[in-house]
C-alpha cells in the first residue's frame, strides 16, 4: 500500500467522495479509504444526519453546501475543487459501503498503463443481494449507451471510477442527479477519449439493512427523459463528431503513410558478420516474407541472419519495399498506393548489387521466405550480371501467381488491388514457368502441412528445376508448418532440421557449379 500511497502523491491523484445521509458508513469508508491515500475530498450533499460530525474527525478536505443538490451537482463539486487544489486525477468512491476502498491500487495499476483512460469500475450485476431495480435500469441504461456512443460497456451506471481531471474542463451536465454519471461517460466518449472497465469488487447488504436513495419510478423516468436528449444530441453532435475523428486518424495515417513511402525509396541492408576471426567469403541477403504487405523482420529476418553468421557466412537482411498494411486493411491502392512490382525485385537487385562492390566476397546468395522466397526466385530468373545471384535458398516459398495453388494475399500484394486480375502479370511472376538451365544452384524447403503458403507451390518448383536440369537439393518434411525462420520453437522437430541440411547442401556444392554460376555472371556483365 505504501507504493500506491506514494503513487498517487506524486501523480497528485484523489479520491472524492460524495455522501448524502450516509451517516452509518461514511466513517468506515473514509478510515479504509486514508489507510490507502492521504488525499480526500468528502462532499456534503445537503446532509441532514451527522454525517459533518462524524466526517470532522477525519483529516479529509470537505466540501458542504446546506441544500441537497443531487450527486451529478457534488460530484462536479468535487471535482472543481480538486482541480483548484492542483490534483491531476480524481478517484470517485461511494459512501454507501457498496464499493470496496481496497479496490482503489487496481484502478492506479490501469492507470500506469493509460494515464489518459477515464477508468470504470465494472461490478458483477449477476451476485447476490444485487436490487433488480437497479439491475433492469442498468441494463436499460447500457444499451442506450452503445446506441448513442457505437461503444458497448456493461455498468454505465457505477460510481467507482477514475477520472483525468485536465479531461473535464469545458465539459458540462444537463441533469444534477446521479444520472450525470451516464452523461459524462457519453461526453467522455463524444470526445474521443478511451474508457476502460475494469472488474471491481461491490458490497449489497441484505435488503432490510440497505440504505438506498434510489427512487425507481421517479429515477427511471429522469434516466428515460435524459436517454432522449441525448440520443437527439447524438443525432446532431455526438455521432457527427466521433465520425469526423475517425476519418481524421484515418487522414493522418493516410499522409504519414504516403510521407513514408515517399522516404522509403533507398533500401535498407542489416549486416552481421561472423567473429573476427572469422573471415566470410560468401555473403547471403537475407528477405524476409510477408505477403509483399509486411516483413517479418525478426524471425525470417534478424534472427536467420544471426544464424547464418554464427555459422561463418556473412548476412545482410533486406527490408525491401511492400504494399504496406493500410491496402491489406482497406484493399484501396488509389488512396494508399504502397508499393508493388517491379519495386520489391529493384530492391534485390540494388541489395546485390551494393553488396558485391563492397569486393569482401567471392559469393553473394540469396536465402527468402514465404514471399521473400519468391523475391529470390525473382532475382535468380530476372537478374542479369552481376545482379545474378551465385545461389539462392528457398525456404517455403511462394512460387506462382495462378491457380489453383496460388497465395492470394502475396499475388494481390505484389501485383495491387488491379494488377492481380492481368494475366500477363500473373504468367509474368509465376516462376515455374521461367526457369532456364543456366539459373544458379537452388535449395528448397518445405513443409507439407504449410498452412499459409501451398505446399504444391515447392512440388511445382522442384518439378520445373528438374526438367531443367538446375543443379538443386529439395528438402520436404511432413511436419513443420510456416513462418517460423530458424527460431526453432515455432517450428516441430522434423523441420528445424533444414538450417544443417542448408549449412551440408552449401559446403559440399560441387566448385564447378559455382565457377559455372561466377563465370556466367562475368560473361553477362561483359555484353
Known sequence: MNDVRQYMNEQKVCVVIPTYNNAAT????????????????????????????LVADFDVHVVDYAKNRGK?????????????????????????????????????????????????GERNLKQQNMPSGNTFANKFSNFWFALQTWQPLHDTQTGYRLYPLRRLTGMWAITSRYEAELELLVFAAWSGQQ???????????????????????????????????????????????MLFQRFKRL????????????????????????ALDRTPRTAVIVCPGGSYFWLDDETEGDSVARTLANNGIAAYVLRYRTAGALPFVTRSRLIFPGHHHPMPL???????????DMRRYDRVGV??????GHLALSAAVFGQGELRPDFIALCYPVVTMREPCVHK????????????????LRDGLSMERHVVA??????????????????????????????????HRYVQYRTGGHGFGTTWSKTTTEASHWFAEFMEWFNHLPSTLLSRTLLNNHNNSDE
Open 346 to 356: 529493384n530492391d534485390v537487385q540494388e541489395a546485390i548489387q551494393r553488396v558485391r
Open 195 to 241: 474508457l476502460l472497465p475494469i472488474p471491481v469488487r461491490v458490497y449489497y447488504p441484505p435488503q432490510g439493512e440497505r440504505v438506498s436513495h434510489f427512487r425507481p419510478t421517479a429515477d427511471f423516468a429522469r434516466i428515460s427523459l435524459l436517454n432522449t436528449v441525448l440520443c437527439l444530441l447524438a443525432i446532431v453532435y455526438g455521432w457527427p463528431r
Open 409 to 424: 494475399r502475396s499475388r494481390r500484394g505484389l501485383l495491387g488491388e488491379w494488377g492481380k486480375f492481368s494475366r500477363t
Open 72 to 120: 451529478g451537482y457534488a460530484l462536479l463539486a468535487g471535482f472543481k475543487y480538486a482541480i483548484n487544489k492542483g490534483y491531476e486525477y480524481a478517484i470517485t468512491l461511494d459512501s454507501d459501503g457498496q464499493h470496496f476502498p481496497e479496490d482503489i491500487p487496481l484502478f492506479i495499476e490501469a492507470m500506469r498503463q493509460h494515464p489518459d483512460a477515464l477508468i470504470i
Open 251 to 274: 487522414l493522418l495515417t493516410a499522409v504519414a503513410t504516403c510521407i513514408l513511402a515517399i522516404s522509403a525509396q533507398a533500401i535498407k541492408l542489416q549486416e552481421y558478420v561472423p
Open 26 to 53: 461514511i466513517a468506515d469508508i473514509l478510515r479504509r479509504t486514508l489507510a490507502i491515500t492521504d488525499y480526500v475530498i468528502v462532499v456534503i450533499d445537503g446532509c441532514t444526519d451527522n454525517t459533518r460530525e
Open 367 to 372: 536465402m527468402g521466405f514465404s514471399a521473400g
Open 438 to 471: 543456366d539459373m544458379p544452384p537452388v535449395f528448397l524447403m518445405n513443409c507439407v502441412d504449410d498452412p499459409v503458403v501451398d505446399y504444391h507451390n515447392s512440388v511445382l518448383m522442384d518439378s520445373a528445376l528438374t526438367a531443367n536440369q538446375v543443379p
